[in-house]
């Protein structure tokens, strides 16, 4: 009996290995992009933060996974310039009515599904984390070459984030800021 349990042990561990998940690629955080937009009534703001670490898992050539750690601290506004507005705006993104960066420096998301729809592109489900508060979102994510690119939209609500939220706030007016926010990743591997 223990031979044959010994044997079905060695078997499943071959399986595992060879049907398992893929190897973790490490993200170049150096060439990966994060840009961001943020709309209100009367425009939109954008910018970019940073990547402190990541990996994506690819199984046999296919998405299979991935966890990434976002560097709160890097986000920063591309559309105004020093002096007129910038610094305020940052600051203001980086306080507790946004962000809270002081108590969370850092979001992480970790793919939890990624599924092939059509050559090279893949539906993903991914946990989210921003502000301590974890969300499930789904996204489309295209793989090239040492390449992975996606449009996610976040709701911020979900994160505690209502600052300027019509969805929590009436008679905004023209201050209303739109509770989804867009981020376009461009991830190196």
């Not at 994060?34 to 990541?54: A, E, L």
């Amino acid at each position: 009996m223990q031979i044959k349990n010994l044997l079905l042990t060695a078997l499943m561990a071959i399986s595992f290995s060879m049907f398992g998940h893929g190897d973790p690629i490490k993200i170049n955080t150096e060439k990966s992009t994060i840009s961001w937009v943020g709309k209100k009534i009367t425009g939109q703001h954008s910018g970019t933060i940073g990547i402190k670490s990541g990996e994506l898992v690819i199984h046999h050539g296919e998405l299979e996974g991935g966890s990434f750690v976002i560097d709160m601290s890097s986000l920063a506004v591309t559309d105004l310039k020093a002096g007129q507005g910038k610094e305020k705006l940052e600051g203001h993104l980086n306080s507790d009515d946004f962000f809270g960066v002081e108590a969370f420096p850092e979001a992480t998301l970790k793919i939890t599904k990624a599924k092939e729809v059509e050559k090279g592109m893949y539906a993903v489900q991914a946990d989210i984390t921003i502000k301590g508060k974890t969300e499930v979102i789904t996204f489309q994510v295209m793989m090239k070459k040492g390449m992975a690119t996606a449009e996610i939209t976040i709701d911020r609500t979900k994160h505690d984030i209502k600052y300027g939220s019509g969805s929590f706030f009436d008679n905004l007016g023209d201050n209303t800021i739109y509770d989804d926010f867009v981020l376009s990743v461009n991830l190196v591997f």
